[in-house]
Nanobody, 125 residues
Framework: QPQLVESGGGLVQPGGSLRLSCAAS????????IGWFRQAPEKEREGVSC????????SYADSVKGRFTISRDNAKKTVFLQMNSLEPEDTAVYSC??????????????????WGQGTQVAVSS
């Protein structure tokens, strides 16, 4: 049974940092692009970042470039999202998802096959 489990969310002050983890099981992790998405209350889901199967390519939304870093450890079947300089606008439920539909590179636009339940990130003073 394919499964993605996020962790690492929480409440942080503006300017603070959090590191999200996405642990995968039940599918061939190395064959899948992993993306991070977020959805704030009353807003549409937004693609935040993605990483290619090897980890050699990553893409970021303009709103998080220079502040967020995505990485993956294929041996541990885990993807990380390091979030620095957090802003109140980053408050959302963050979910990871897996896709086998990219021949090379990655994009948060496209079909993702498996989704996690999400972890809440709240940025507030």
């Amino acid at each position: 049974q394919p499964q993605l489990v996020e962790s690492g969310g929480g409440l942080v002050q503006p300017g603070g940092s959090l590191r999200l983890s996405c642990a995968a099981s039940g599918f061939i992790f190395d064959d899948y692009v992993i993306g991070w998405f977020r959805q704030a209350p009353e807003k549409e889901r937004e693609g935040v970042s993605c990483i290619s199967t090897s980890g050699g390519f990553a893409s970021y939304a303009d709103s998080v470039k220079g502040r967020f870093t995505i990485s993956r450890d294929n041996a541990k079947k885990t993807v990380f999202l390091q979030m620095n300089s957090l802003e109140p606008e980053d408050t959302a439920v963050y979910s990871c998802a897996a896709s086998e539909h990219f021949m090379a590179g990655c994009s948060t636009d496209g079909k993702y096959d498996y989704w996690g339940q999400g972890t809440q990130v709240a940025v507030s003073s």
